[in-house]
């Protein structure tokens, strides 16, 4: 046993030594130096390079007399090797390597540097590559960045009624807050503009904007996509874990749209993580601090699902800090003209047709409508008759097919209206049909045309009695 062991010394005295005669014969110079960064041997084309003919007389002075720029005694204070390094000297660039060196009880006592090349140029086609990743890291950055940056200002947000400007002004001052706030208002009627604009404004426009909306997500992925995952903490879970949005959206804000329909477990574990700005992520026992500003929106009566315990309390009251109310459209129909010359601008830049413009008759038919659906519902109107019109002149007869009943009557009565759940219903049971006509009845291509969940959109049709062709 004692021969192997003596063997093994051996072969290791012999590969150090080895390669210690092979980088001195390749590099273009070599220099040892004990603990007081003092030269105690450097080879002789190492030692001609700075002006001694004699690689003796070098011995035993500090190595910065010897070798200006030198970083070895940085190596010998900090115990750190400096694998690859470029060091300027009178005689041109040095590509160079420095190593501590050890004793057998484990004590710094010296280091070692090698002079690789003479010329950086030898490592062009490296730093080339190394420049080339760094780019493409900056331009991938950049591109997460600007994906996760507010899209739209308050300048998005389209009317001068009183009613439009008053909520304007009501969201930069929240723009101006830290707090959590509540944006309530109908489907359509802007409550994700106003989400972007508020960021926009705020103190944390340069850090991100990230959204989760509740009702597009699975009821099981949801507490993953807050919170992220360790690496195997469930059955498919990437190796490598997953990053949350509460993690993505670290100095920035969170935007929880339809935050109506959070499940009850997550609804405890968001309102922990207001309280304490902590969370672990999914199968981690790792804490990580929260910074976000929370913006909420919904299109359901919150208040109602508290009082029939739908919706907790206490979450509720932390996110109704402050609650902005969007008005529904029929409410500033005053603004009806300046949207519909946004929105056809908006869609001409999609149509090689040119801009569109609305009759006087039109838009007075489009006045008489309710608008159960809002600007979304409005956009949606607009851009089904510029597909199916001949000219770039959208008339009544252009848009008035596409419309549910009228409620005012041409003398400027109001009938009797219908009740806003009534008018929801027929307006998404109609959307709804659109898209799976318009994708050949296919499930998934229709929920990806609506942006909506699969499991969503099943769920619509069967509460609706829509089936699936």
Known sequence: MSERLGDYG????????????????????TVIVDAGARIVWINARYADRFGFADPNAAIGRPVEEVIPN????????????????IMQTRQGTLVVTRLPLKDDQGRLVGAIGFALFDEIQTMSPLLAKFAR????????????AQARRAKYTFDSFIGSSEAALALKRQAERAAQMDSSLLLLGETGTGKEVLAH?????????????????????????????FFGAAAGAYTGADRKGRVGKFQLADGGTLFLDEIGDLPP???????????????????????LQSDVRIIAATSVKLAEKVERGEFRADLFYRLNVLAIELPPLRERLSDLAELCEALLDELAGSSAAGRYRLSHAALARLADYDWPGNVRELRNILERAIMLADTTLLDVDDVAPLLGPALRSSRGEVAPPRSHQAAMAQFETQLLRE????????VPSAAARLGIGRATLYKKLAALGIAPR
């Open 10 to 29: 051996s072969v290791r005295h012999w590969a150090i030594q080895s390669l210690f005669e092979s980088l001195e014969d390749y590099s273009e110079g």
């Open 70 to 85: 030198s970083q070895m005694r940085e190596v010998v204070s900090t115990g750190r090797p400096m694998l690859l390094d």
């Open 133 to 144: 990743l760094n780019e493409e890291l900056a331009a991938t950055r950049e591109s997460l």
């Open 197 to 225: 604009a508020i960021h926009a404004a705020s103190r944390r426009a340069h850090k991100p904007l990230v959204t989760i909306n509740m009702a597009a997500i699975p009821e099981t992925l949801l507490e993953a996509e």
């Open 265 to 287: 477990a997550l609804q405890a574990k968001l309102l922990r993580v207001l309280q304490d700005k902590e969370f672990e992520a999914l199968g981690s026992n790792k804490v």
């Open 435 to 442: 898209a799976l006509t318009a994708c050949d009845g296919h």
